[in-house]
Antibody
């Protein structure tokens, strides 16, 4: 069974940093694209970033380039999202998702970790 | 800035058929956009339904299908059931990044 467990969320002050983690199990992590998606309270989904199998290809939403960095450690079956210079508008549930077949971007989802940016 | 547009809300009667659409601000949606569709119920993460325009996941009910319709990606639900009431999102590929639509709230009434 595919399992994705996010962690690292919490309350952070504006301008601060946070690193989210996603630990995967139930499949061969190194074989799949992985993605971060976020959802502000009461709002829609926003695609944030993805990484190919070995981290050599990464994509980002234009609005977050330079502040957020996606990475992965295949030896630890883990995906990460480094978030810097956080703003109130970054407050959201952050989901980790696994790809599936070709152009199946988010076939499996974790339960999410909540990030709140507030003073 | 690329914008993906969905109907904000739709209402369908139980047993009926409804089609949700997904448009791109860049022009007609084609198979090259590899539309994905997701269903999300309150308090839950999204669940994938369709990928690459028409392909179903192993768990996708047979009564749900994806297509291209009039320059848009489309998701059709047939024989709608009360449990289909949810928010539905499309996701389009723009060659290096993906963009979600704003979502369609589907009410079964």
């Amino acid at each position: 069974e595919v399992q994705l467990v996010e962690s690292g969320g919490g309350l952070v002050q504006p301008g601060g940093s946070l690193r989210l983690s996603c630990v995967a199990s139930g499949f061969t992590f190194a074989n799949y694209w992985m993605t971060w998606v976020r959802q502000a309270p009461g709002k829609g989904l926003e695609w944030v970033a993805n990484s190919n199998h070995d981290g050599s290809e990464k994509g980002y939403v234009d609005s977050l380039k330079g502040r957020f960095t996606i990475s992965r450690d295949n030896a630890k079956n883990s995906l990460y999202l480094q978030m810097n210079s956080l703003r109130a508008e970054d407050t959201a549930m952050y989901y980790c998702a696994r790809g599936g077949e070709a152009f199946s971007e988010c076939a499996y989802w974790g339960q999410g970790t909540l990030v709140t940016v507030s003073s | 800035q690329t914008v993906v547009t969905q109907e904000p809300s739709l209402t369908v009667s139980p047993g009926g058929t409804v089609t949700l659409t997904c448009a791109s601000s860049t022009g007609a949606v084609t198979s090259s956009y590899h539309a994905n569709w997701f269903q999300q119920k309150p308090g839950q993460p999204p669940r994938a339904l369709i990928y690459s325009t028409t392909n179903k996941h192993s768990w996708t009910p047979a009564r749900i299908s994806g297509s291209l319709l009039g320059g848009k990606a489309a998701l059709t639900l047939s024989g709608v059931q009360p449990e289909d009431e949810a928010e539905f999102y499309c996701l389009l590929w723009y060659g290096g990044a993906w963009v979600f639509g704003g979502g369609t709230k589907l009410t079964v009434l």
